[in-house]
T-cell receptor, first 113, second 115 residues
Framework: KQEVTQIPAALSVPEGENLVLNCSFT??????LQWFRQDPGKGLTSLLL?????REQTSGRLNASLDKSSGRSTLYIAASQPGDSATYLC????????????FGAGTTVTVRA | DAGVIQSPRHEVTEMGQEVTLRCKPI?????LFWYRQTMMRGLELLIY????????DSGMPEDRFSAKMPNASFSTLKIQPSEPRDSAVYFC?????????????FGEGSRLTVL
């Protein structure tokens, strides 16, 4: 069974600092990996999706890398802002079934003004 | 598009009562998913549909849980009878397999409290 771990569980940084969020998974046979953002009381918003054949994806201040062989992904958020405060979750999908995502527990980020 | 729409946003009920949660997926999306989120277990996939047909319900915890999708624009998740341990946030999500990459679009969730 795929296990997804996110460390740390919580992170607090001053505004302007770069954020580094980690995600590890036990089974390297994945179809893709997604990073989501969840605001309190809200649903999940997809931030970045990396196919298993890719090494990284970028969107604005966000960059996600994937090292499938070691079972790791990192989400970088450059020049953090208070609006980046949220919980960030990663999820992987197995190649046998694209839709059964396994989610990590998330990292709750607080960016202090 | 209005996104995935769920109702009710909040539901408080007493143990033993029937609970029905509703979801309207994004128009044109062929896949619909029901997830449950709790502090203890995180996000769990309960069931998903393709073209209104249930494909995998292995995540449905017990026979007390049932889900239907009578048409492409509506799905329900029903719990009967409800129990306090069913308290959670239930999310509906959908996606469009055209040019499929796996991206899911989530609703804002239905927070269920069973007393």
């Amino acid at each position: 069974k795929q296990e997804v771990t996110q460390i740390p569980a919580a992170l607090s940084v001053p505004e302007g600092e770069n954020l580094v969020l980690n995600c590890s998974f036990t089974d390297s046979a994945i179809y893709n990996l997604q990073w989501f953002r969840q605001d309190p009381g809200k649903g999940l918003t997809s931030l970045l999706l990396i196919q298993s054949s890719q090494r990284e994806q970028t969107s604005g201040r966000l960059n996600a890398s994937l090292d499938k062989s070691s079972g790791r992904s990192t989400l970088y958020i450059a020049a953090s802002q208070p609006g980046d405060s949220a919980t960030y979750l990663c999820a992987v999908s197995p190649p046998s079934n694209d839709y059964k995502l396994s989610f990590g527990a998330g990292t709750t980020v607080t960016v202090r003004a | 598009d209005a996104g995935v729409i769920q109702s009710p946003r909040h539901e408080v009920t007493e143990m033993g009562q029937e609970v029905t949660l509703r979801c309207k997926p994004i128009s044109g999306h062929d896949y619909l998913f029901w997830y449950r989120q709790t502090m203890m277990r995180g996000l769990e996939l309960l069931i998903y549909f393709n073209n209104n047909v249930p494909i995998d319900d292995s995540g449905m915890p017990e026979d007390r849980f049932s889900a239907k999708m009578p048409n492409a624009s509506f799905s329900t998740l029903k719990i009967q009878p409800s129990e306090p341990r069913d308290s959670a946030v239930y999310f509906c999500a959908s996606n469009n397999p055209t040019g499929y990459t796996g991206e899911l679009f989530f609703g804002e969730g239905s927070r269920l409290t069973v007393l």
